[in-house]
T-cell receptor, first 114, second 116 residues
Framework: EAGVTQFPSHSVIEKGQTVTLRCDPI?????LYWYRRVMGKEIKFLLH????????ESGMPNNRFLAERTGGTYSTLKVQPAELEDSGVYFC????????????FGNGTRLTVT | AQSVTQPDIHITVSEGASLELRCNYS??????LFWYVQSPGQGLQLLLK??????LVQGIKGFEAEFKRSQSSFNLRKPSVHWSDAAEYFC??????????????FGKGTHLIIQP
């Protein structure tokens, strides 16, 4: 079984530019989550999809962040325009069920905004 | 709102020695508790989880953790560490909102360093 795949693994952009991160969950997993870790801080929840619907987006920092999951398969997280404080590692995770299902994490995308 | 405290940012242990990583949580109801490990360049891998029942849970790679409700703790232990255990370890709590592990709250992580 293929794991959660994230692309790109690294991205370096200038302040004000746009970046789109992609996550391919494990096939058949309806639940998809985005998390972020800013250097030196804890891993923080961003949002949760169930299929194509946003179940909980309470962790999204502001309206410069837009997440989509068209068709309930892969998801994208767009940052536009990027700011310096957006730098960090963005993790995607998926699970089959919500109840008592462990999360399977991708390797993360390291975003650096200069 | 739930919170997780991992009081040790770094821990250094000699290879073959025992290990205990501390985790305290704050949550108003019965928590779902997890330990994840992240090796360099890798994603987070689930070591073990507690949902209910036996408070001593066994995980992968020889790890175990004990849930102590009275102390709001879920410490991770291993009787004898190996050099390959060097990594960052995260404790996490999930809200029981009829949905299990939605919106996990993580601690800041503990870096485990193994001395030869």
């Amino acid at each position: 079984e293929a794991g959660v795949t994230q692309f790109p693994s690294h991205s370096v952009i200038e302040k004000g530019q746009t970046v789109t991160l992609r996550c391919d969950p494990i096939s058949g997993h309806d639940n998809l989550y985005w998390y972020r870790r800013v250097m030196g801080k804890e891993i923080k929840f961003l949002l949760h999809f169930v299929k194509e619907s946003k179940q909980d987006e309470s962790g999204m920092p502001n309206n410069r962040f837009l997440a989509e999951r068209t068709g309930g398969t892969y998801s994208t997280l767009k940052v536009q325009p990027a700011e310096l404080e957006d730098s960090g590692v963005y993790f995607c995770a998926s699970s089959q069920y919500r109840v008592r299902s462990p999360l399977h994490f991708g390797n993360g995308t390291r975003l650096t905004v200069t | 709102a739930q919170s997780v405290t991992q009081p040790d940012i770094h821990i250094t242990v000699s290879e073959g020695a025992s290990l205990e990583l501390r985790c305290n949580y704050s949550y108003g109801a019965t928590p779902y508790l997890f330990w994840y490990v992240q090796s360099p360049g890798q994603g987070l891998q689930l070591l073990l989880k507690y949902f209910s029942g036996d408070t001593l849970v066994q995980g992968i790679k020889g790890f175990e953790a004990e849930f102590k409700r009275s102390q709001s703790s879920f410490n991770l232990r291993k009787p004898s560490v190996h050099w390959s255990d060097a990594a960052e370890y995260f404790c996490a709590v999930g809200a029981v909102r009829g949905g299990g592990a939605d919106g996990l709250t993580f601690g800041k992580g503990t870096h485990l360093i193994i001395q030869p």
